[in-house]
């Protein structure tokens, strides 16, 4: 029976445990009912979502600040996670020679392939385009048609145009430009799974990340100097918001990007992500320090983990000791 | 103090008497209510947790029974106080709803 308590917050099982146990016999008898059970264990988890007494409207901005960090974390789980249904990438090496032919540059990664061959001085794009993308349908790729960017979007101007397999997508640029070249991009194609296992990190981590929050006011709440500890939990989730929101960006970019023009839109080209992508600040023009906004993520959790630490409880037991 | 939920208000109204243990609460509070309000282990001492937060009940004395603690409580002083509040207030919002039922239209001394 004892083992139910866990689903009690330890404030409450620690004053009321015994009691809890004692009036569910009371009611139920030795024996209680699975339902009865069931009813204890729901009622400890209500409880663990329940902000204090005092300092309520904090332990709901601390709750709301959580919910969101602990949303984006979850969604960076879930979002990794389904990364290992990633198609494999081919070859970049063999990739650039079937499309590109001899002489092309390539690099490839777990999650994203380049490859560039120079053109000859003053060589079209059009033409260069067409024999990639002829290469590319011979080899049993769909390709798109040729489209042709006339260099008021910022990018020089190019032909360019997109291929597939269902799994691999490839991005083929040819540059009118001094030296003219071609550029091969391919990433994995997003798997059936990705979404719902994002969104069920997401909502996992909302839910852990109230919890925690919630938890961490109660400890506040209870503290002997509770100020200084608030204040450091304050700035370590604003802290955290910083990478939460930057990552939820980029990852509504991925979702959204109809013709990413960088690394695919792809979220984890460069191992964890927890803040924004170098695709989503090409596109919306931002800072790219912020690609490395995840060092806000970690002063902020160490600022909250301080703050749970110094956070020492002043709360009295129910009954005092006799002297 | 501002408005409490029906079943904090059965629970201060039942210690308003006596002390009381959980079931005894549990019990006076499925009483006071007419059965429409029943009380869980679970939910009754969340409750009595804030309760006591607040400085509104207090524990009276423990004892053990067959092995088993029995904690019982009791209203303190700024619980009774809030409870007349809280009592004062209910009660000024019943004599309104009676007012105003008197006032409807077709009822035997209403407004025709």
Do not use: C
């Amino acid at each position: 029976m004892n083992a139910l308590l866990w689903a009690y917050p330890a404030r409450l099982r620690e004053r009321h445990g015994a009691e809890l146990i004692t009036t569910l016999m009371d009611m139920s008898g030795e024996r209680p009912s699975r339902g009865d059970r069931w009813h204890l264990v729901l009622d400890g988890l209500g409880e663990r979502f329940r902000p204090p007494v005092r300092w309520r409207p904090f332990a709901l901005v601390v709750a709301a600040l959580a919910l969101v960090a602990g949303g984006a974390l979850g969604a960076v789980a879930g979002s990794l996670a389904a990364t290992s249904a990633y198609a494999e990438l081919p070859s970049a090496r063999a990739l650039a020679d079937q499309a590109l032919g001899p002489g092309a540059d390539a690099h490839g990664g777990r999650h994203y392939l380049d490859a560039e061959l120079p053109l000859s001085p003053g060589a079209p794009s059009g033409p260069a385009a067409e024999q990639v993308r002829q290469r590319l349908i011979a080899a049993g790729w769909t390709v798109s048609a040729p489209a042709v960017g006339d260099g008021s979007d910022g990018v020089l101007s190019n032909t360019h145009f997109r291929a597939g397999d269902g799994d691999i997508e490839l991005s083929v640029y040819a540059y009118d430009f001094e030296q003219p070249f071609v550029q091969l991009a391919g990433w994995p194609a997003r798997p059936a799974s990705y979404v719902p296992l994002t969104i069920a990190g997401a909502l996992l981590g909302m839910i852990a990340g109230w919890l925690l929050g919630m938890a961490l006011s109660h400890r506040i709440g209870a503290a002997r100097r509770p100020l200084r500890s608030a204040v450091l939990a304050g700035t370590g989730l604003t802290l955290l918001l910083v990478p939460s929101v930057l990552f939820t960006l980029s990852l509504g970019y991925y979702l959204g990007a109809t013709d990413p023009n960088g690394q695919g839109g792809l979220l984890h080209t460069r191992g964890i992500t927890f803040g924004a992508t170098f695709d989503l600040v090409r596109a919306w023009d931002l800072p790219y320090e912020l690609t490395d906004a995840y060092l806000y993520g970690l002063l902020g959790l160490v600022a909250v983990a301080i703050a749970a630490i110094l956070a020492r409880s002043a709360r009295e037991p129910l009954v005092r000791e006799a002297a | 103090m501002g408005a409490v939920q029906e079943p904090t208000f059965l629970i201060l109204t039942a210690l308003a008497a006596q002390p009381l243990h959980g079931y005894g609460i549990i019990q006076s509070v499925a009483d006071l209510s007419e059965g429409e309000v029943k009380l869980r282990p679970g939910t009754l001492y969340g409750a009595l947790d804030r309760l006591a937060d607040q400085g509104l009940i207090e524990v009276e004395r423990e004892e053990a029974v067959d092995g088993r603690l029995r904690r019982y409580y009791r209203l303190s002083d700024s619980g009774a106080t809030a409870l007349t509040e809280q009592a004062d207030r209910l009660h000024r919002r019943a004599t309104a709803a009676e007012v105003q039922l008197r006032r409807r239209p077709g009822l035997a001394g209403g407004a025709l």
